[in-house]
């Protein structure tokens, strides 16, 4: 099991322009997370999906972020502009369905935007 | 609606302390409980797990009991080492949704 695999690890951009995050879940999972963590204000959940259909978009922080979930083995997270507000670390998390399910991160990638 | 707390960090302590962070929660109906560690530069992890009232969830010497009747999820360990410094974040979910409520976390510094 190649666990929950994102990048890049390590993205540094100038204010304006388009940034993709990827993100590989773990094979035969069937919700996929996307979270930002920050000093401030600590883990936030932008988007889950459900076998590829976005269930809760809510924590999107704006229009300027969006995300897909085009088959079960890929996702993206795109910040067009990007600002330097948005510099975070993404995090992909994958998981069973279920109550007692847990959640599987990636290791995260950390964007810098300057 | 659901809400973890944690006890503020950081927490410092010496290599073989004991250790404890509190944790307690709000939830509708009857959650399952969760603690993650974070190490530098990675994702979280689950450390352990519990599902029901009175279930003690254990891994790597870390121990938590489900108690209901203080809602609480407190994390120990007898004798704390190096490597075990991190982030870790109690967590819950309820019901019939997925979404992981998250504590704070609380940074573990343990010192040789």
């Known amino acids: 099991d190649a666990g929950v695999i994102q990048s890049p690890r390590h993205e540094v951009t100038e204010m304006g322009q388009e940034v993709t995050l990827r993100c590989k879940p773990i094979?035969?999972?069937?919700?996929l997370f996307w979270y930002r963590q920050t000093m401030m204000r600590g883990l936030e959940l932008l988007i889950y999906?459900?076998?590829?259909?976005?269930?809760?978009d809510s924590g999107m922080p704006e229009d300027r972020f969006s995300a897909k979930m085009p088959n079960a083995s890929f996702s993206t997270l795109k910040i067009q502009p990007s600002e330097p507000r948005d510099s975070a670390v993404y995090f992909c998390?994958?998981?069973?369905?279920?109550?007692?399910?847990?959640?599987?991160f990636g290791n995260g990638t950390r964007l810098t935007v300057t | 609606g659901n809400s973890v707390t944690q006890m503020e960090g950081p927490v410092t302590l010496s290599e073989e302390a004991f250790l404890t962070i509190n944790c307690t929660y709000t939830?509708?109906?009857?959650?399952?409980l969760f603690w993650y560690v974070q190490y530098p530069g990675e994702g979280l992890q689950l450390l352990l797990k519990?599902?029901?009232?009175?279930d003690k969830g254990s891994n790597k010497g870390f121990e938590a009991t489900y108690r209901k009747e203080t809602t609480s999820f407190h994390l120990e360990k007898g004798s704390v080492q190096v490597s075990d410094s991190a982030v870790y974040f109690c967590?819950?979910?309820?019901?019939?949704?997925?979404?992981?409520?998250f504590g704070t976390g609380t940074k573990l510094q343990v010192i040789p």
């Open positions: 939830a509708t109906g009857y959650p399952s």
């Open positions: 519990a599902t029901k009232a009175d």
């Open positions: 998390a994958s998981s069973f369905s279920g109550p007692n399910s847990p959640l599987h």
């Open positions: 094979s035969g999972h069937d919700y």
């Open positions: 967590a819950l979910k309820s019901g019939g949704y997925q979404k992981v409520t």
């Open positions: 999906f459900n076998n590829n259909v976005p269930i809760d």
